[in-house]
């Protein structure tokens, strides 16, 4: 054994040529970096599929996406109040709440301990104007919660939508005899014991904050 | 579950769920099996919200429950099913097909149907026939038995099933040891009720109902209760349907058997191979590797008449699909051309072939200079996709004595391309989240200008003042509008390309290992 090793030094058990690089080269340097993220291919890939067929799957996977936004089965969770409790709060409509649910299951399918109250959903007859003032404010909201401190200079406008949540925890326990009761009543009418519709309420807290987004027009 | 697949579950129930459910079934899904109080405790969610998200995924057949560790008296466990959500990316495919197979009607039916987990046929039916009065013109109306004869033969199809009902009663929370029921309803599998495509008798007659806009407010809760109080007298109480993810399987198994002939041979034979598939569309059980053996005379008789197939031709053609290498059940390895170009595929589907080759003689059997074969080989092997086999000519290994044969491991493939394909999934889903929330302003202003507009013009609004809001949106911004949406739908339709991949490579896993 030892012989045949002496004899053998100089040869190795595989063919050099076989490596990839002859004898006497340099080893490929060694990488300095992490490779990067997005390496150049070296093929392209292979085109997409066209057709009608292929359009029509496209059309009907994004309004699927779109609609099931809408459906009561995505969960938004309710916000928490930061804020002081408005009179407003009590006129002001359906964020969703935690406790309730927005569709009713079947129960009997289901194990007892996932039951919790049925909520009906609030109908607000808004035209498309209400909705668009609704947008810019909700997004300004959640930044509220973040600069806290800066409550007191922020502009009320900013804080519409908590408000809403507000008036959803006070009015609680007096929600629940309402939707039995106003089942033959216009809800908006009734519902709300006031004499006026409400949407006609405006507590002038629209005012100036359409502005924030649009500079073009000229503002009073 | 791996960790590519519980990434696109959760990137999936984010977009159709929203986050609470999202982040509910995620733990669940890496958990494995909880309790109420143990899932809510450890996602630090209020209890109710976790209750609301377990309600919506078990409607949609995604989430289980079941009688405990300690028994019936214990609490009750919950457990994800993961393939359902995965589903949830081939939802098109499905409706499109009911479409193709049974018209609008059969496509709503789908799609409600989907949309909602389960429903009962009347609310079904209901719901279908005012979508479609509201397309229809002016003045007509779909009558409700025509919606119910596309939902019978769905059901006659096996496209449709109904839930199983729950195995027993619920017991009172007094939790006594010596019940001899269990305390829980069991959920049970659909297959094993005999009455699994039984259709109710309900009594439903009646014409869809087309909702006016300017009614929308009053006339709609009213209709809404009046329809509540009014099923109860359909007769088909407790009675829910939901979608037979497995016929559909089943459907795009056969589909792409016949276009692989097709593509292969000509369409006279996959005239053969779909009258085949459809005679033992009856006999053959979901999982077989097989169909049932079918006499050339059976097959001769099934043909359509419109093909003129003499019977000498269809042995001759018989015989052709029989002494073909490929095999019918499913393949693998065709995604191995995008990405490392049609030589190394050429090189790929020679293995397949040969099974084990030397170095040498892959070069010479793809006509393929050495030295890029060489690197091929290489490229393949160290992304896994073929594995070296060593075969010793003496006792020590040698090097310059050993054979080295190059092979492909069909399965432990099938299942690495699988994965790649759901992580590429989850990627092209995150950029388009990445897109759309990059432009999110821009979304917005131009989702306003729309409603605006449609307001305006519902009011009967001049041109001009069309045309003025119309300038609101800048030509850059139209510009920027236009190229994010060919993005996005880029996007999704190689999302919907790459799910048929993934479809295939399931099929082909699933079948390989059931028993034969």
Redesign the interface.
Same mark, same amino acid.
Not at chain 2, 15 to 21: I, K, L, Q
Not at chain 2, 51 to 56: A, H, I, T, Y
């Given at each position: 054994m030892a012989g045949s090793r002496g004899r053998g030094r100089s040869q190795f058990t595989f063919s050099v040529d076989a490596l990839g690089f002859g004898r006497g080269d340099s080893l490929p340097t060694s990488a300095q970096t992490p490779s990067p993220l997005f390496p150049p291919m070296q093929f392209r890939p292979v085109p997409l599929h066209a057709g009608e067929e292929v359009d029509y799957m496209l059309a009907l996977k994004q309004e699927l996406r779109a609609s099931s936004k809408n459906l009561p089965f995505h969960i938004k969770a309710a916000r928490t109040k930061t804020d002081v409790a408005r009179y407003s709060d009590k006129y002001q409509n359906g964020e969703p709440k935690n406790n309730c649910i927005e569709w009713s299951p079947d129960w009997s399918r289901m194990p007892k301990e996932l039951c919790i109250k049925v909520r009906k959903p609030r109908k607000t007859v808004i035209g498309a104007k209400p909705q668009l003032t609704r947008k810019p404010k909700v997004a300004a909201g959640k930044e509220e919660v973040l600069q806290k401190l800066e409550t007191l200079e922020k502009r009320e406008e900013e804080q519409h939508s908590e408000e809403e949540e507000d008036e959803e925890k006070k009015k609680q326990n007096d929600e629940e005899e309402e939707p039995d009761a106003d089942e033959d009543y216009d809800e908006e009418e009734i519902e709300d014991e006031t004499d006026y519709i409400m949407s006609y309420f405006d507590n002038g807290e629209d005012f100036g904050a359409d502005s924030d987004d649009n500079m073009d027009e000229a503002v009073y | 579950m791996t960790a590519q697949e519980v990434r696109l579950c959760g990137l999936l129930l984010q =977009?159709?769920?929203?986050?609470?459910?999202e982040k509910v079934g995620t733990h669940l899904i890496r958990s494995g099996v909880l309790t109420?109080r143990a899932l809510a405790h450890e996602t630090k969610?209020?209890l109710?919200?976790v209750?609301? !998200?377990?309600?919506?995924l078990? &409607?949609?057949g995604m989430c289980a429950?079941g009688a405990g560790r300690r028994g019936p008296a214990g609490?009750?466990e919950y457990h994800i099913i993961c393939e359902r959500i995965l589903h949830m990316l081939r939802?098109? %495919?499905y409706?499109?097909t009911a479409k193709s197979l049974y018209g609008d009607t059969g496509e709503l039916i789908v =799609?409600e149907i989907l &949309? %909602?987990?389960q429903m009962t046929m009347s609310s079904t039916v209901k719901t279908v026939a005012d979508r479609l009065t509201h397309n229809m013109p002016e003045g007509q109306s779909m009558d409700y038995s025509e919606v119910v004869s596309a939902f019978s033969r769905l059901v006659e199809t096996h496209f449709l099933q109904r839930?199983p009902p @729950?195995a027993s009663a619920?017991s009172s929370s007094s939790g006594a040891d010596n019940t001899p029921l269990p305390a829980?309803?069991q959920p049970t599998e659909p297959e094993d009720h005999p009455e699994c495509y039984k259709l109710p008798y309900i009594n439903l007659t009646g014409q869809g109902k087309r909702r006016r806009s300017s009614e929308?407010? =009053?006339a709609?809760?009213r209709a809404a209760?009046k329809a509540k109080t009014d099923s109860s007298e359909r007769g088909d109480e407790?009675i829910?349907w939901q979608v037979n993810f497995q016929r559909f399987h089943l459907h795009f198994r056969d589909q792409a058997i016949i276009s692989a002939v097709s593509c292969k041979l000509d369409q006279t034979s996959s005239e053969i191979v779909r009258t085949m598939l459809r005679m033992s569309e009856v006999t053959t059980p979901t999982h077989a590797a097989f169909t049932q053996a079918l006499s050339a005379n059976e097959i001769f008789r099934a043909l359509p008449s419109s093909y003129n197939i003499a019977r000498p031709i269809l042995d001759q053609y018989l015989t052709l699909l029989v002494d073909d290498p490929m095999e019918f059940v499913g393949k693998t390895g065709d995604s191995g051309?995008?990405?490392?170009?049609s030589r190394s595929a050429r090189i790929f589907r020679l293995l397949l072939r040969k099974r084990h080759l030397e170095q040498k003689q892959v070069e010479d059997f793809a006509m393929v200079p050495a030295k890029e074969a060489?690197d091929m080989l290489y490229t393949l092997l160290s992304e896994n996709l073929v594995q070296l086999q060593e075969i010793p000519k003496t006792p020590d290994y $040698?090097? !310059?004595r050993t054979f080295y044969l190059y092979t492909v491991n069909q399965l432990p493939t099938a299942r690495l391309l699988l994965q790649h394909c759901y992580k590429t999934v989850g990627n092209l889903i995150e950029r388009r989240l990445y897109e759309t929330k990059e432009n999110k302003r821009l979304l917005?202003?131009s989702q %306003?200008i729309e409603?605006?507009l $449609? !307001?305006l013009q519902a009011t009967g609004a001049e041109a001009a003042q069309l045309t003025e809001v119309e300038e @609101?949106i800048t030509a850059p911004e139209r510009q920027q509008l236009e190229s994010l949406r060919h993005h996005i739908?880029?996007l999704? !339709?190689? =999302?919907? &390309?790459v799910d048929e991949t993934i479809f295939l490579l399931e099929s082909y896993i699933n079948s390989t290992q059931a028993p034969r």
């Open positions: - | =977009e159709h769920f929203g986050d609470v459910v109420l969610l209020p109710d919200l209750k609301k !998200s377990l309600c919506v078990m &409607q949609h429950f609490p009750v939802y098109p %495919r409706i499109y =799609e &949309q %909602r987990g839930c @729950m619920e829980v309803t929308d407010g =009053e709609d809760p209760k407790g829910y051309g995008g990405m490392f170009g060489k $040698a090097p !310059s917005e202003k %306003r409603a605006i $449609a !307001s @609101m739908n880029k999704d !339709s190689s =999302e919907n &390309q």
